[in-house]
Protein backbone atom coordinates (compact mmCIF):
# COMPACT_ATOMS: atom_id res chain seq x y z
CA UNK A 1 0.00 0.00 0.00
CA UNK A 2 2.42 2.41 0.68
CA UNK A 3 1.96 6.35 1.18
CA UNK A 4 -0.72 8.23 0.50
CA UNK A 5 -0.35 10.32 -2.60
CA UNK A 6 -0.05 14.00 -1.44
CA UNK A 7 1.57 12.06 1.64
CA UNK A 8 3.56 15.56 3.01
CA UNK A 9 7.33 15.31 3.45
CA UNK A 10 9.75 17.78 4.29
CA UNK A 11 11.42 19.20 7.26
CA UNK A 12 10.72 21.00 10.73
CA UNK A 13 12.22 24.78 12.33
CA UNK A 14 11.71 26.88 15.14
CA UNK A 15 12.46 30.70 14.94
CA UNK A 16 14.00 30.94 17.90
CA UNK A 17 16.56 28.16 16.80
CA UNK A 18 17.37 29.27 13.54
CA UNK A 19 16.18 33.15 12.68
CA UNK A 20 18.46 35.56 14.68
CA UNK A 21 18.15 38.89 14.51
CA UNK A 22 17.27 39.13 17.99
CA UNK A 23 16.96 42.25 18.68
CA UNK A 24 16.36 43.79 15.16
CA UNK A 25 12.70 45.49 13.20
CA UNK A 26 11.16 46.02 16.48
CA UNK A 27 11.49 42.35 17.94
CA UNK A 28 10.94 42.49 21.91
CA UNK A 29 13.47 39.31 23.79
CA UNK A 30 12.29 35.78 24.22
CA UNK A 31 12.91 33.27 26.96
CA UNK A 32 15.03 31.86 24.08
CA UNK A 33 17.19 35.19 24.19
CA UNK A 34 18.58 34.33 27.53
CA UNK A 35 18.64 30.64 27.28
CA UNK A 36 22.87 30.13 27.01
CA UNK A 37 25.25 27.84 25.90
CA UNK A 38 27.06 25.94 29.00
CA UNK A 39 30.03 24.35 27.21
CA UNK A 40 31.35 22.81 30.18
CA UNK A 41 27.62 21.08 31.54
CA UNK A 42 27.52 17.63 30.10
CA UNK A 43 24.88 16.68 28.25
CA UNK A 44 23.14 14.48 30.45
CA UNK A 45 22.32 16.75 32.53
CA UNK A 46 19.85 18.53 30.68
CA UNK A 47 18.36 20.16 33.45
CA UNK A 48 21.29 22.14 34.10
CA UNK A 49 21.79 23.32 30.64
CA UNK A 50 17.85 24.57 30.85
CA UNK A 51 17.71 25.62 34.60
CA UNK A 52 17.28 29.61 35.13
CA UNK A 53 16.91 32.31 38.32
CA UNK A 54 15.96 35.87 38.46
CA UNK A 55 19.55 36.63 38.94
CA UNK A 56 20.72 34.66 35.50
CA UNK A 57 17.54 36.34 33.53
CA UNK A 58 18.81 40.10 34.72
CA UNK A 59 22.50 38.92 34.03
CA UNK A 60 21.60 38.08 30.18
CA UNK A 61 19.09 40.97 29.98
CA UNK A 62 22.35 43.51 30.73
CA UNK A 63 24.75 41.11 28.23
CA UNK A 64 24.30 42.67 24.73
CA UNK A 65 26.35 39.94 23.26
CA UNK A 66 25.32 36.96 21.26
CA UNK A 67 28.20 34.94 22.05
CA UNK A 68 26.97 32.81 25.13
CA UNK A 69 23.35 33.13 24.28
CA UNK A 70 23.23 30.91 20.45
CA UNK A 71 19.71 31.55 19.70
CA UNK A 72 19.62 35.10 19.31
CA UNK A 73 21.86 34.65 16.41
CA UNK A 74 20.41 31.19 15.72
CA UNK A 75 21.59 30.89 11.63
CA UNK A 76 20.54 33.85 10.63
CA UNK A 77 17.46 32.65 8.73
CA UNK A 78 16.04 36.13 8.95
CA UNK A 79 18.04 37.43 6.55
CA UNK A 80 18.79 34.17 4.45
CA UNK A 81 15.13 32.61 4.50
CA UNK A 82 15.28 32.99 0.45
CA UNK A 83 18.38 31.19 0.10
CA UNK A 84 17.59 28.81 2.75
CA UNK A 85 13.71 28.46 0.93
CA UNK A 86 15.06 27.22 -2.34
CA UNK A 87 17.80 24.60 -0.82
CA UNK A 88 14.13 22.77 0.86
CA UNK A 89 12.56 23.44 -2.49
CA UNK A 90 15.50 21.59 -4.50
CA UNK A 91 15.06 18.57 -1.56
CA UNK A 92 11.06 18.70 -2.93
CA UNK A 93 10.03 19.41 -0.06
CA UNK A 94 5.64 19.21 0.07
CA UNK A 95 5.80 21.25 3.51
CA UNK A 96 7.84 23.11 6.31
CA UNK A 97 7.25 23.62 10.06
CA UNK A 98 7.69 26.82 11.26
CA UNK A 99 7.14 29.08 13.90
CA UNK A 100 5.96 32.32 14.70
CA UNK A 101 8.05 34.19 17.58
CA UNK A 102 5.60 36.07 19.79
CA UNK A 103 7.71 38.70 20.61
CA UNK A 104 8.73 39.52 17.20
CA UNK A 105 4.57 40.18 16.55
CA UNK A 106 4.51 41.45 19.94
CA UNK A 107 7.77 42.65 21.92
CA UNK A 108 6.70 42.32 25.41
CA UNK A 109 3.28 40.20 24.57
CA UNK A 110 0.54 43.16 25.88
CA UNK A 111 0.63 45.07 23.00
CA UNK A 112 -2.66 45.59 21.87
CA UNK A 113 -1.44 45.96 17.96
CA UNK A 114 1.00 43.71 16.44
CA UNK A 115 4.70 44.87 15.48
CA UNK A 116 4.07 45.86 11.46
CA UNK A 117 8.01 44.69 10.63
CA UNK A 118 7.21 41.62 11.87
CA UNK A 119 4.13 40.60 10.27
CA UNK A 120 5.75 41.76 6.91
CA UNK A 121 8.86 39.38 7.59
CA UNK A 122 6.31 36.84 8.39
CA UNK A 123 4.37 37.60 5.04
CA UNK A 124 7.09 37.78 2.71
CA UNK A 125 8.25 34.45 4.45
CA UNK A 126 5.28 32.78 3.93
CA UNK A 127 4.61 34.20 -0.04
CA UNK A 128 8.15 33.00 -0.93
CA UNK A 129 7.37 29.44 0.78
CA UNK A 130 4.10 28.85 -1.72
CA UNK A 131 5.92 29.90 -4.63
CA UNK A 132 7.89 27.82 -4.38
CA UNK A 133 5.22 25.22 -3.69
CA UNK A 134 6.14 24.92 0.35
CA UNK A 135 2.89 24.20 2.03
CA UNK A 136 3.38 25.92 5.46
CA UNK A 137 2.32 23.95 8.86
CA UNK A 138 2.63 26.66 11.61
CA UNK A 139 3.32 26.21 15.28
CA UNK A 140 2.09 29.29 17.44
CA UNK A 141 3.92 28.83 20.29
CA UNK A 142 7.82 27.01 20.15
CA UNK A 143 9.45 27.95 23.17
CA UNK A 144 9.46 31.54 22.65
CA UNK A 145 7.51 33.51 24.92
CA UNK A 146 7.85 37.32 25.28
CA UNK A 147 10.00 37.26 28.37
CA UNK A 148 8.43 40.49 29.51
CA UNK A 149 5.19 37.50 30.16
CA UNK A 150 8.01 35.60 32.12
CA UNK A 151 8.88 38.17 34.52
CA UNK A 152 5.53 40.20 35.36
CA UNK A 153 3.35 36.93 35.16
CA UNK A 154 5.12 34.25 35.64
CA UNK A 155 4.54 33.26 32.59
CA UNK A 156 1.45 31.15 31.80
CA UNK A 157 0.78 30.33 35.49
CA UNK A 158 -1.28 33.83 35.45
CA UNK A 159 -4.75 33.31 33.21
CA UNK A 160 -4.67 37.10 31.86
CA UNK A 161 -1.90 35.59 29.60
CA UNK A 162 -4.69 33.41 27.91
CA UNK A 163 -5.91 36.92 26.27
CA UNK A 164 -2.54 37.70 24.66
CA UNK A 165 -2.26 34.66 23.12
CA UNK A 166 -5.54 34.42 21.72
CA UNK A 167 -5.29 38.02 21.02
CA UNK A 168 -1.29 37.20 18.94
CA UNK A 169 -3.04 33.99 17.75
CA UNK A 170 -5.95 36.02 16.06
CA UNK A 171 -3.59 38.06 14.38
CA UNK A 172 -1.63 35.04 12.18
CA UNK A 173 -4.73 33.90 11.71
CA UNK A 174 -6.07 36.78 10.13
CA UNK A 175 -2.80 38.01 8.49
CA UNK A 176 -1.38 34.79 7.50
CA UNK A 177 -4.62 32.13 6.79
CA UNK A 178 -4.28 33.07 2.95
CA UNK A 179 -0.84 31.02 3.54
CA UNK A 180 -1.19 28.30 6.11
CA UNK A 181 -4.28 26.39 6.28
CA UNK A 182 -2.30 23.62 8.69
CA UNK A 183 -1.33 24.91 11.94
CA UNK A 184 -0.20 23.51 15.63
CA UNK A 185 -0.88 25.12 19.22
CA UNK A 186 1.94 24.12 21.56
CA UNK A 187 5.56 22.72 20.56
CA UNK A 188 5.51 19.71 22.76
CA UNK A 189 2.82 20.53 25.39
CA UNK A 190 3.37 18.07 27.71
CA UNK A 191 7.41 19.07 28.31
CA UNK A 192 6.21 22.15 30.36
CA UNK A 193 7.01 19.29 33.66
CA UNK A 194 10.81 19.11 31.89
CA UNK A 195 11.79 22.56 31.39
CA UNK A 196 8.88 24.95 32.68
CA UNK A 197 10.80 28.33 31.69
CA UNK A 198 11.52 27.57 28.26
CA UNK A 199 7.56 25.91 27.84
CA UNK A 200 5.83 28.24 29.46
CA UNK A 201 7.57 31.30 31.01
CA UNK A 202 7.90 29.99 34.77
CA UNK A 203 10.40 31.04 36.79
CA UNK A 204 11.25 29.16 40.06
CA UNK A 205 11.60 31.60 42.40
CA UNK A 206 7.99 32.97 41.94
CA UNK A 207 6.59 29.69 42.46
CA UNK A 208 6.39 30.38 46.28
CA UNK A 209 7.84 26.85 46.86
CA UNK A 210 5.83 24.58 44.38
CA UNK A 211 6.75 24.88 41.38
CA UNK A 212 5.03 21.37 39.98
CA UNK A 213 1.55 23.11 41.12
CA UNK A 214 2.66 25.83 39.28
CA UNK A 215 3.34 24.07 36.09
CA UNK A 216 0.38 22.47 36.39
CA UNK A 217 -1.36 25.45 36.80
CA UNK A 218 0.26 27.23 33.68
CA UNK A 219 -0.68 23.65 31.81
CA UNK A 220 -4.18 23.59 31.94
CA UNK A 221 -3.91 27.77 31.12
CA UNK A 222 -2.83 26.52 27.83
CA UNK A 223 -5.12 23.42 27.70
CA UNK A 224 -8.00 26.45 27.58
CA UNK A 225 -6.02 28.88 24.89
CA UNK A 226 -5.36 25.99 22.79
CA UNK A 227 -9.32 25.20 22.75
CA UNK A 228 -9.95 28.48 21.99
CA UNK A 229 -7.74 29.18 19.34
CA UNK A 230 -8.30 26.01 17.64
CA UNK A 231 -12.25 27.08 18.15
CA UNK A 232 -10.94 30.15 16.65
CA UNK A 233 -8.64 29.24 13.25
CA UNK A 234 -11.33 26.95 12.19
CA UNK A 235 -14.05 30.44 12.08
CA UNK A 236 -11.15 32.66 10.82
CA UNK A 237 -9.84 29.89 7.99
CA UNK A 238 -12.23 28.26 6.32
CA UNK A 239 -10.27 24.91 5.32
CA UNK A 240 -8.13 24.91 8.16
CA UNK A 241 -7.02 21.89 10.29
CA UNK A 242 -5.65 22.29 13.87
CA UNK A 243 -3.30 19.60 15.79
CA UNK A 244 -1.56 19.69 19.23
CA UNK A 245 1.69 18.31 19.19
CA UNK A 246 3.58 16.23 21.93
CA UNK A 247 6.78 14.66 22.88
CA UNK A 248 6.00 10.52 22.49
CA UNK A 249 8.24 9.42 25.01
CA UNK A 250 7.53 5.17 24.53
CA UNK A 251 8.84 3.62 27.67
CA UNK A 252 8.92 -0.52 28.03
CA UNK A 253 9.72 -1.88 30.90
CA UNK A 254 13.57 -2.69 31.84
CA UNK A 255 12.26 -6.60 33.24
CA UNK A 256 8.99 -8.36 32.89
CA UNK A 257 8.54 -8.28 36.80
CA UNK A 258 5.09 -6.67 37.97
CA UNK A 259 6.82 -3.71 39.84
CA UNK A 260 8.65 -2.85 36.47
CA UNK A 261 5.09 -2.94 34.11
CA UNK A 262 3.75 -0.68 36.68
CA UNK A 263 6.30 1.65 36.60
CA UNK A 264 6.05 1.31 32.66
CA UNK A 265 2.46 2.16 32.46
CA UNK A 266 2.53 5.22 34.83
CA UNK A 267 4.72 6.38 32.71
CA UNK A 268 3.06 5.69 29.37
CA UNK A 269 -0.06 6.81 31.02
CA UNK A 270 1.21 10.12 32.15
CA UNK A 271 2.92 10.89 28.18
CA UNK A 272 -0.63 10.41 27.47
CA UNK A 273 -2.73 12.63 29.23
CA UNK A 274 -1.95 15.36 27.63
CA UNK A 275 -3.13 14.49 24.18
CA UNK A 276 -5.95 13.30 26.07
CA UNK A 277 -7.30 16.45 27.10
CA UNK A 278 -6.38 18.10 23.61
CA UNK A 279 -8.34 15.30 21.50
CA UNK A 280 -10.87 13.69 23.77
CA UNK A 281 -11.59 17.29 25.24
CA UNK A 282 -11.20 16.35 28.69
CA UNK A 283 -8.90 15.66 31.55
CA UNK A 284 -8.20 11.59 32.25
CA UNK A 285 -10.15 10.77 35.25
CA UNK A 286 -7.06 8.84 36.34
CA UNK A 287 -4.62 12.16 36.13
CA UNK A 288 -7.83 13.97 37.76
CA UNK A 289 -7.22 12.03 41.08
CA UNK A 290 -3.42 11.96 41.06
CA UNK A 291 -3.27 15.60 40.29
CA UNK A 292 -5.99 16.00 43.17
CA UNK A 293 -4.57 13.64 45.51
CA UNK A 294 -1.36 15.16 45.36
CA UNK A 295 -2.98 19.08 45.69
CA UNK A 296 -1.87 19.89 42.26
CA UNK A 297 -4.95 20.23 40.78
CA UNK A 298 -5.33 23.67 39.04
CA UNK A 299 -7.64 26.28 39.20
CA UNK A 300 -10.71 26.27 36.80
CA UNK A 301 -13.01 28.49 36.13
CA UNK A 302 -16.69 27.69 35.45
CA UNK A 303 -16.79 27.19 32.03
CA UNK A 304 -13.36 25.73 31.25
CA UNK A 305 -14.10 22.50 30.57
CA UNK A 306 -16.69 23.37 28.34
CA UNK A 307 -14.01 24.76 26.56
CA UNK A 308 -12.01 21.91 26.05
CA UNK A 309 -14.53 19.99 24.73
CA UNK A 310 -15.13 22.63 22.22
CA UNK A 311 -11.96 22.99 20.81
CA UNK A 312 -10.61 19.57 19.87
CA UNK A 313 -7.98 19.41 17.57
CA UNK A 314 -8.43 18.09 14.11
CA UNK A 315 -5.22 16.01 14.38
CA UNK A 316 -2.15 14.32 16.68
CA UNK A 317 1.35 15.84 15.70
CA UNK A 318 4.17 14.51 18.11
CA UNK A 319 7.66 14.49 17.83
CA UNK A 320 9.69 10.91 18.22
CA UNK A 321 13.48 10.40 18.53
CA UNK A 322 14.02 7.74 21.20
CA UNK A 323 12.61 5.44 23.27
CA UNK A 324 13.58 4.87 27.01
CA UNK A 325 12.67 1.75 29.51
CA UNK A 326 11.59 2.31 32.86
CA UNK A 327 12.52 0.30 36.21
CA UNK A 328 12.06 0.45 39.78
CA UNK A 329 15.82 -0.36 40.68
CA UNK A 330 17.39 2.82 41.78
CA UNK A 331 20.67 1.49 40.88
CA UNK A 332 19.90 1.00 37.32
CA UNK A 333 22.24 2.94 34.61
CA UNK A 334 19.54 5.81 33.04
CA UNK A 335 20.91 7.61 29.79
CA UNK A 336 20.02 11.18 28.06
CA UNK A 337 17.14 11.10 25.89
CA UNK A 338 14.74 14.10 24.55
CA UNK A 339 15.35 16.39 28.02
CA UNK A 340 14.94 13.01 29.79
CA UNK A 341 16.45 10.55 31.50
CA UNK A 342 15.83 6.67 31.00
CA UNK A 343 16.87 3.55 32.10
CA UNK A 344 19.35 1.87 29.33
CA UNK A 345 17.85 -0.34 26.39
CA UNK A 346 20.90 -2.90 26.41
CA UNK A 347 18.86 -3.46 22.81
CA UNK A 348 19.60 -0.46 21.65
CA UNK A 349 22.38 1.03 19.79
CA UNK A 350 22.95 4.95 21.19
CA UNK A 351 23.29 8.97 18.95
CA UNK A 352 26.51 10.52 19.55
CA UNK A 353 24.58 12.52 22.09
CA UNK A 354 23.34 9.57 24.14
CA UNK A 355 20.35 9.21 22.86
CA UNK A 356 18.66 5.57 22.32
CA UNK A 357 17.56 4.80 18.61
CA UNK A 358 14.42 2.62 18.25
CA UNK A 359 12.79 2.56 14.82
CA UNK A 360 10.47 0.28 15.83
CA UNK A 361 9.56 2.11 18.81
CA UNK A 362 8.57 4.58 15.87
CA UNK A 363 5.65 1.93 14.41
CA UNK A 364 4.93 0.77 17.79
CA UNK A 365 4.30 4.69 18.85
CA UNK A 366 1.99 5.06 15.58
CA UNK A 367 -0.23 2.26 16.23
CA UNK A 368 -0.60 2.83 19.98
CA UNK A 369 -1.87 6.58 19.21
CA UNK A 370 -3.92 5.74 16.33
CA UNK A 371 -5.70 3.03 18.18
CA UNK A 372 -5.95 5.40 21.04
CA UNK A 373 -7.34 8.73 19.44
CA UNK A 374 -8.52 7.53 15.75
CA UNK A 375 -7.70 10.57 14.25
CA UNK A 376 -5.19 11.20 11.89
CA UNK A 377 -1.71 11.44 13.21
CA UNK A 378 1.59 13.95 11.63
CA UNK A 379 5.14 12.94 13.01
CA UNK A 380 6.33 16.63 12.95
CA UNK A 381 9.89 15.86 14.06
CA UNK A 382 12.30 13.08 14.05
CA UNK A 383 15.90 12.92 13.49
CA UNK A 384 19.34 12.48 14.54
CA UNK A 385 22.00 15.08 16.30
CA UNK A 386 25.52 13.92 15.06
CA UNK A 387 28.93 15.35 14.71
CA UNK A 388 29.44 15.84 11.20
CA UNK A 389 32.60 16.14 9.44
CA UNK A 390 33.74 18.61 6.52
CA UNK A 391 36.05 16.51 3.74
CA UNK A 392 38.73 18.44 1.98
CA UNK A 393 36.85 18.94 -1.32
CA UNK A 394 33.79 20.36 0.60
CA UNK A 395 31.88 17.58 0.82
CA UNK A 396 29.76 15.52 4.22
CA UNK A 397 29.30 11.88 4.59
CA UNK A 398 26.70 10.96 6.91
CA UNK A 399 25.89 7.37 5.68
CA UNK A 400 24.51 7.32 9.58
CA UNK A 401 22.09 9.82 9.27
CA UNK A 402 20.67 8.26 6.02
CA UNK A 403 21.17 4.68 7.65
CA UNK A 404 18.83 6.43 10.91
CA UNK A 405 15.89 7.66 8.68
CA UNK A 406 15.79 4.72 6.38
CA UNK A 407 15.03 2.58 9.31
CA UNK A 408 12.65 4.53 10.37
CA UNK A 409 10.84 5.09 6.76
CA UNK A 410 10.56 1.38 6.62
CA UNK A 411 8.74 0.95 10.02
CA UNK A 412 6.34 4.12 9.05
CA UNK A 413 5.37 2.09 5.86
CA UNK A 414 4.84 -0.82 7.93
CA UNK A 415 2.33 1.43 10.20
CA UNK A 416 0.45 2.85 7.48
CA UNK A 417 0.03 -0.72 5.75
CA UNK A 418 -0.83 -1.21 9.01
CA UNK A 419 -3.84 0.95 8.74
CA UNK A 420 -2.70 4.09 10.46
CA UNK A 421 -3.93 7.05 8.72
CA UNK A 422 -0.18 9.07 8.58
CA UNK A 423 -0.66 12.57 6.86
CA UNK A 424 2.85 13.58 6.60
CA UNK A 425 6.49 13.66 8.14
CA UNK A 426 8.97 16.36 8.88
CA UNK A 427 12.26 15.70 10.20
CA UNK A 428 14.06 17.96 12.86
CA UNK A 429 15.78 19.32 11.39
CA UNK A 430 16.36 20.09 7.66
CA UNK A 431 19.19 22.12 7.96
CA UNK A 432 21.82 22.42 10.78
CA UNK A 433 20.35 25.04 13.84
CA UNK A 434 20.75 25.91 17.24
CA UNK A 435 19.81 22.89 19.70
CA UNK A 436 16.87 23.60 21.72
CA UNK A 437 18.53 22.08 24.68
CA UNK A 438 21.90 22.41 25.03
CA UNK A 439 21.85 25.54 22.60
CA UNK A 440 24.70 23.83 20.34
CA UNK A 441 25.01 23.59 16.36
CA UNK A 442 27.39 20.79 16.83
CA UNK A 443 24.56 18.87 17.25
CA UNK A 444 23.62 18.55 13.92
CA UNK A 445 20.74 17.84 12.46
CA UNK A 446 20.36 18.68 9.11
CA UNK A 447 20.38 17.38 5.86
CA UNK A 448 22.09 21.10 5.14
CA UNK A 449 25.34 22.03 7.06
CA UNK A 450 25.74 25.62 8.19
CA UNK A 451 29.22 26.44 8.53
CA UNK A 452 29.16 27.95 11.82
CA UNK A 453 30.37 26.52 15.33
CA UNK A 454 29.09 26.97 18.90
CA UNK A 455 30.78 30.43 19.75
CA UNK A 456 29.16 31.73 16.21
CA UNK A 457 32.13 31.34 14.36
CA UNK A 458 32.47 30.16 10.42
CA UNK A 459 31.65 31.23 7.12
CA UNK A 460 27.92 30.62 7.76
CA UNK A 461 28.03 29.21 4.07
CA UNK A 462 25.63 26.26 3.41
CA UNK A 463 26.77 22.95 2.10
CA UNK A 464 24.68 19.87 1.17
CA UNK A 465 25.30 16.66 2.97
CA UNK A 466 24.91 13.34 0.92
CA UNK A 467 21.76 12.89 3.01
CA UNK A 468 20.13 16.42 0.78
CA UNK A 469 20.39 13.97 -2.21
CA UNK A 470 19.18 10.73 -0.24
CA UNK A 471 16.31 12.78 1.20
CA UNK A 472 15.73 14.41 -2.38
CA UNK A 473 15.41 10.51 -4.39
CA UNK A 474 12.80 9.53 -1.13
CA UNK A 475 10.53 12.30 -1.50
CA UNK A 476 10.65 12.03 -5.01
CA UNK A 477 9.58 8.45 -5.16
CA UNK A 478 7.18 8.87 -2.27
CA UNK A 479 9.42 6.85 0.20
CA UNK A 480 9.56 3.76 -2.27
CA UNK A 481 13.31 4.38 -2.84
CA UNK A 482 15.25 4.53 0.08
CA UNK A 483 18.35 2.96 -1.11
Not at 228 to 246: A, N, Q, R, Y
Not at 317 to 333: I, L, Q, R
Amino acid sequence: MGFQQGFLWGGAVAANQLEGAWDEAGKGLSVADVATYKPNVDVKEYKKHVEVSLEKIKEAMADKDTTYYPKRRGINFYHTYKEDLALFAEMGFKVLRVSIAWSRLYPTGEELTPNQEGVKFYKDMFKEMVKLGIEPLVTLSHYEMPLELALKYNGWNDRRVIDMFVRFSKTCFEEFGEYAKLWLTFNEVDSIIRHPFTTAGIIPELCDGDEIKCCYQALHHQFVAAAIVTKMCHEIIPGSKMGCMLTKLMTYPRTCAPEDVLATQDKNLDNNFYADVMVLGEYPRLKTVQLKNDGHYPKMEERDLQILKEGTVDFLSFSYYMTMTESVDPDAERVPGNTVLGVKNPYLKSSDWGWQIDPIGLRISLIELYDRYRIPLFIVENGIGAKDVVEDDGSIHDPYRIDYFRAHFKEMKKAVDAGVELMGYTSWAPIDLISASTSQITKRYGFIYVDQDDLGNGSHERKRKDSFYWYKKVIETNGEDLD
